[in-house]
């Protein structure tokens, strides 16, 4: 099979697993442990910690490993507002983006529940949020803005350090869904971001582990979700699980040094798939811009033919037509609806995205697969 869904997941790169193996059985000590056995598990922690910062150019003290993006995005969100509400902030408003995955969306619905009033912002035919809606919406005190870095099903970026500079001038904090883009982009920066999530399962380290990035200067509070044996400075305690953390750690080293050559690499293969399959489709369409979309990764648009109906036909290609975390495959996607979409040509689309394991004749294979999925369906075979 060929495996087109690095947007869902990533395998663990062998060299990841590798570094990991050690911490399962060897190095098995519980890193708050005094003993040098617990000691020894502690150093690989930190030096996981200072891996991921260096990714992501920030210090070691501003990073949180989590379980995933899912807890991240909660610990942020809930966190940053739990905190300020007890500080007697008068702001009662959360602004977000209709376009955010579910671990935003459903937090900040949830959130009524403390009396904080949601305004959710649409996006535009690009998937882009309009900067002028923002700075409006902005004009009611706001506790809050959270807006991905790229998204989980058109890998549309968008420009959040701007946003977040927009988010400080009225006082808001600024929380950014970085789960797909970590590792993917050179130059990321977090200049303006002040709560940051972070998936390892999307950059080939294991399931299960993840961070939240808090800022330090200015600092930025937050208040636990669940109490305990104050790990992770108390913003998240539990045991930490080492073996993870170290995967996560090595997963963002080898992102440091490869991931601007495998970036290149799979803009080249991008321009390869969309050019092979305009050649052979000529009605074929990207929903959302190609040029501010993640380099491996695009939302395809069929017209005339069901994006299920041609999945059907090529089951060796491993493709989903939207989330993996969320809708059933027989429903639209909000996203591409969202961007305005109708249901039919929602219907009529899927994301593919090619990692760091895929190879130039496979894309060449999809080119072709996919072309003669669509014109047997359009010739009725
Ligand atoms: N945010 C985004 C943008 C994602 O793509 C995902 C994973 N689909 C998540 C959050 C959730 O991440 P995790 O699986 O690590 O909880």
């Given amino acids: 099979f060929i495996y087109l869904d690095y947007q869902a997941t990533t395998p663990c790169d062998p060299r990841v697993v590798e570094t990991m193996l050690p911490y399962f059985t060897d190095y098995f000590a519980n890193s708050h442990s005094d003993h040098s056995f617990g000691q020894r598990a502690n150093q690989a922690v930190e030096t996981a910690r200072e891996q991921v ?45 209709c376009t955010e995955h579910k671990s935003v969306l459903e937090v900040v619905n949830a959130l009524a529940e403390w009396g904080i009033d949601v305004v959710t ?22 506790l809050l803005v959270s807006i991905m870095a790229a998204n989980n099903e058109t890998s549309i970026i968008q420009p959040v350090n701007e946003l977040a500079k927009i988010a400080h001038e009225y006082g808001a904090i600024f929380h950014c869904d970085m789960a797909q883009i970590i590792g993917k982009i050179d130059h990321l920066s977090l200049e303006n971001i002040d709560l940051a999530s972070l998936s ?21 509070r937050l208040s636990p979700l669940f109490y305990g044996g104050y790990q992770e400075r108390g913003i998240r305690s539990g045991t930490l699980p080492v073996p993870l953390i170290v995967g996560m750690g090595k997963a963002c080293e080898i992102m440091c040094q490869e991931g601007k050559e495998e970036a290149q690499c799979l803009i080249y293969y991008k321009k390869l798939l969309i050019d092979g399959l305009k050649h052979n489709i000529v009605n074929i369409k990207i929903n959302g811009s190609i040029k501010k979309s993640l380099p491996g990764s695009v939302n395809l648009h069929f017209p005339g033919v069901q994006a299920l109906d041609i999945l059907n036909r090529i089951p060796h290609l491993c493709l989903s037509t939207g989330s993996a975390c969320t809708v059933s495959s ?3 996607s909000y996203v591409l609806l969202a961007m305005g979409l109708s249901k039919e040509e929602a219907l009529q689309s899927f994301r593919l995205s090619f990692g760091r394991m895929t190879t130039q004749a496979q894309v060449r294979e999809v080119i072709d697969a996919l072309s003669c999925a669509y014109h047997d369906i359009m010739a009725g075979r």
């Fill in 53 to 97: 910062a260096s990714l992501l150019g920030v210090l070691a003290q501003e990073i949180i490993f989590t379980s995933g993006a899912t807890e991240a995005n909660n610990i942020a969100i809930q966190g940053a507002v739990k905190y300020r509400l007890k500080q007697n902030h008068t702001a009662r408003q959360v602004i977000t983006v």
């Fill in 330 to 332: 027989l429903m639209p």
């Fill in 121 to 142: 912002l649409p996006v535009n035919r690009e998937g882009l949020v309009d900067h002028e809606a923002l700075k409006e919406a902005l004009q009611t005190p706001t």
């Fill in 200 to 220: 390892g399962h999307k950059i080939y380290a294991p399931k299960g582990v993840g961070v939240l990035y808090v800022r330090r200067k200015p600092r930025v």
